[in-house]
């Protein structure tokens, strides 16, 4: 699935493809892509819109269309964009299909089928219910420290509520735990404040670190394949690293599960 970092780099990717562009037609080939609109008023509300911007928040695509309204995607476990020139054969899965005044065809693809679209003026609750995004100004040291005094959760469960902390899922949360050298099963209220302003800046390196290598993603919404996401190589510290040695100490990293995810870390030096 992808995280934070990488739907910001979808974005990136979406931003010169889309911007500027006007949707000539809009295809919804499997309803349940778009819950709550019909296949023909898809393409009625679609049509003839200019797209000005492409955004985020969280993990949500925001498309801006110049009459104010807002197409949100989320692309769950395998959802994904490509971008067609007339001539390029359709990948297999293609639910939803945007023709663009270029006459390139801007696809959505879902094997699983979990991705979901929705189009809004007014922003629904499941966005206004985000926690600040983390690497803005919003997203202060004192937000933080104060979220965490109110909540006697564990402070892996607490960094993944993305009403709470934004932008954690699991792999990050784990890594922004190991950086701060704290315990994940920790209550958020017990942790000191020196430590939860570390945890702050860990978050925030975890996520811009992310963001940075996000070169290494290939994304490329031309291959008709859209094979980003798939391949690069990356270095987790703790993360899927039970029984090997911790890159700081040498000792055994431990893995509990935590709400039904796996948690990695050091007993050492994640002893605060
Ligand atoms: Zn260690």
Redesign the pocket.
Known sequence: MPELPEVEHVVRALSPVVVGRRIVAAELNLKRIAPGVSRPGFDRQLRNSLITEVGRRGKYILFKLESGQVLSTHLRMTGKFVALTVDQTLPPYAHVIFYLDDERRLVFCDMRQFGRMRLFTKPPKELLALAPEPLSDEFTEDYFIDTLSRSRRPLKHLLLDQTRVLGLGNIYAVEALFLAGVNPTKAANKLSKPRARKLYQAIRDTLQEAIDAGSTLRIDLADGNGSYFAAPERFWRVYERAGEP?V??G?KIRRVVQGGRSTYY?P??QNR
Do not use: G
């Open positions: 911790c700081k100490c000792t050091c050492k030096c």
